[in-house]
């Protein structure tokens, strides 16, 4: 029903920035009318965590606090992408970053039941 595809990740240096990429195909309809896409990162040895999501229509965001100021979640509506621009990258940004899809915008994170195969940001200091 949903298959996402990063893009993007790579080596970087502190300070630096990286813009990742998700394209998605959606082959359902949301019951509640406005899906959400995400991205979350999973650092090794630590859980995976929320990073920013965007509704299905573009107009809501919302950010990690660890990330606030600093990336920045947007969607192509014409190529059926979102993207993650971040900025100002730390070596504790460092992690493989996931976007995933949610039903509802306004769910938990355990709402987000499809994920993509992930793409490895690596921040060197």
């Known amino acids: 029903q949903v298959q996402l595809v990063e893009s993007g990740g790579g080596l970087v240096q502190a300070g630096g920035s990286l813009r990742l990429s998700c394209a998605a195909t959606i082959r359902t309809r949301s019951p509640f009318g406005n899906y959400g896409l995400g991205w979350f990162r999973q650092a090794p040895g630590k859980e995976r965590e929320f990073v920013a999501a965007i509704s299905s229509s573009g107009r809501s965001t919302d950010y990690a606090d660890s990330v606030k100021g600093r990336f920045t979640i947007s969607r192509d509506n014409t190529k059926n992408t979102i993207y993650l621009q971040m900025n100002s990258l730390e070596p504790e940004d460092t992690a493989v970053y996931y976007c995933?899809?949610?039903?509802?915008?306004?769910?938990?994170?355990?709402?987000?039941?499809?994920w993509g195969q992930g793409t490895q940001v690596t921040v060197s200091s």
């Open positions: 995933a899809y949610s039903e509802s915008y306004y769910g938990s994170v355990s709402t987000y039941g499809y």
